[in-house]
C-alpha cells in the first residue's frame, strides 16, 4: 500500500536530526572560523577587498551585525574547547575581537593560525608563545548557529503543514500549505518516484529534508543581516556532511545487482576486467567520485556568488579611494550588477537544491534497480 503524503512528511523529523547531529560535528571541529570585522584601522588605511570578502563567506567566532562608528555591534557565541583533558567554556566576548588572551587562549586574527583558537604559553623570554597543539574546537560558531536556527524553522514549518493536513482532509490546502504542497508533491512525483522507480517511498522523507534545508539555507545566506547572512551552504564541511549522507545510504541500499554492475559489469570484454581489473576499479572509483562532485558543486556555486556580490560591493571602496568621484559613478554600476547578481542567487539557491535532490535520487535508483535478463 503506498505511504500518503503526510506519512512521509511525519518521517522528516528523525533524517533532519540525523543530518543535523551529522552537520553541527563537521562544522565546530573544521577549525577554520574567522572573525567576521573591518580591518580597516583609519581611514588612511588601503581597502583590502581580498580580506573583506574572505572574512565574509568563512565561519566565524560571533556574528557581526553592524558597525556604529568605531563600535562593532555583535553577538558574541559560546566557545568550547577540549585541551589536555580538560573542558573549556566561555564566550567569545573574552577575546575582545582578537585583542585579548583568555584562560590561556587567544583567538588569532593574522598569521597561519587566523581565525582559529590556539592555546598560548609564556616563553622564556616572557613573551607569548603559540603552542602547536590546537585544542579540539567545538565551539557553536556562526554557520552552526545558523543550523541550528534554519532546522528549527523547517521543524515549526513542517509541524504546521502536517496539523494543516490533518485539520483539512478531503478539503483543498490553505495559508502556508498551499505554498509547501506543490514543492513537495514535486519532489515526491517528479523526483523521488521517477528516478527511483517502485521502491522511492523509502528515499523520500530523506530527499525532502535535504532539499529544504540546502532551499532555505542558501536562501538565508543572501539576506545581508541577521538572522541571515551566514554562509551555511557555502562551507565545504556541511555540504561533505550532506554528501556523505548520500554516499552512505547509496552504499547500504545497494542490491546484489548494482554491486555486480560495479565488480563484474555485464556486456563488457574480460580483457577489460582480467589480468588487471580495469573496468571494476573505474566503477569503483565512480562510486566515490559521484559524492564529491555533490559535495564540490554546491559548495562551489553558493560561494561563487558571495563573492562575486561581494566583489562587485568592493569595486566602489576601490575605486573611491582613488577618486571620490569615480568612487561614486562605479557605485552605480556596482549595486545594479549586485541586484542583478542577487536575483540571480535566488534562482540558483533553488536550482542547487534542485539538483543535489534530484543526483541523489538518480544514484539511489541505481543502487535499487532490479535487472532482470
Known amino acids: 500500500m503506498k505511504r500518503t503524503l503526510k506519512q512521509a512528511l511525519s518521517q522528516l523529523v528523525p533524517y533532519r536530526a540525523l543530518l543535523l547531529a551529522g552537520i553541527m560535528i563537521s562544522t565546530v571541529v573544521q577549525g577554520e572560523p574567522a572573525l567576521q570585522q573591518n580591518h580597516l584601522s583609519s581611514e588612511q588605511e588601503a581597502f583590502a577587498a581580498g580580506e573583506m570578502i574572505v572574512d565574509h563567506v568563512v565561519d566565524a567566532h560571533e556574528w557581526h551585525i553592524a558597525v556604529v562608528g568605531h563600535t562593532h555591534i555583535t553577538i558574541p557565541l ?3 574547547l577540549w585541551h589536555n583533558g580538560q573542558l573549556y567554556s566561555f564566550s ?13 587562549f587567544r583567538l588569532m586574527s593574522e598569521g597561519p593560525y587566523k581565525g582559529k583558537v590556539v592555546n598560548v604559553i609564556n616563553g622564556s623570554d616572557g613573551k607569548e608563545v603559540i603552542n602547536p597543539i590546537l585544542p579540539l574546537d567545538f565551539s557553536i560558531t556562526k554557520n552552526v548557529l545558523s543550523v541550528f536556527m534554519s532546522s528549527l524553522l523547517i521543524a515549526i514549518l513542517f509541524i504546521i503543514i502536517a496539523k494543516n493536513y490533518k485539520r483539512t482532509r478531503g478539503h483543498a490546502p490553505k495559508g ?3 505554498l509547501f504542497e506543490p514543492l513537495i508533491i514535486f519532489i515526491r512525483d517528479d523526483i523521488a518516484k521517477a528516478s527511483i522507480g517502485h521502491h522511492y ?3 523520500t522523507p530523506y530527499l525532502l529534508t535535504i532539499f529544504f534545508f540546502i532551499f532555505l539555507n542558501n ?7 541577521f538572522p541571515g547572512g551566514a554562509n551555511v551552504t557555502g562551507n565545504i564541511s556541511v555540504t561533505a556532511v550532506l554528501a556523505l549522507f548520500t554516499f552512505a545510504i547509496t552504499t547500504i541500499s545497494g542490491n546484489k545487482a548494482y554491486w555486480k554492475h560495479i565488480f563484474n559489469a555485464p556486456g563488457v570484454p574480460w580483457w577489460l576486467k582480467l589480468p588487471v ?15 564529491f562532485v555533490l559535495m564540490v558543486r554546491l559548495f562551489a556555486n553558493i560561494t561563487a556568488g558571495h563573492i562575486i556580490i561581494l566583489g562587485f560591493m568592493s569595486l566602489i571602496f576601490i575605486f573611491g579611494n582613488m577618486n571620490p568621484f569615480t568612487g561614486y559613478g562605479v557605485s552605480v554600476v556596482s549595486v545594479v550588477f549586485a541586484i542583478f547578481m542577487g536575483l540571480l542567487e535566488c534562482l540558483v539557491a533553488l536550482i542547487q537544491a534542485y539538483v543535489f535532490t534530484l543526483l541523489s ?4 535508483g541505481m543502487a535499487t534497480e ?4
Open 78 to 80: 559560546p566557545i568550547i
Open 92 to 104: 567569545s566576548s573574552n577575546f575582545h575581537h582578537g585583542n585579548d588572551a583568555y584562560r590561556g
Open 176 to 178: 502556508i500549505q498551499s
Open 201 to 203: 517511498e523509502r528515499f
Open 219 to 225: 536562501l538565508l545566506g543572501l539576506i545581508p543581516f
Open 277 to 291: 581489473p580495469l573496468m571494476p576499479i573505474v566503477e569503483l572509483v565512480g562510486v566515490f567520485t559521484k559524492p
Open 361 to 364: 535520487a538518480i544514484y539511489f
Open 370 to 373: 532490479e535487472h532482470h535478463g
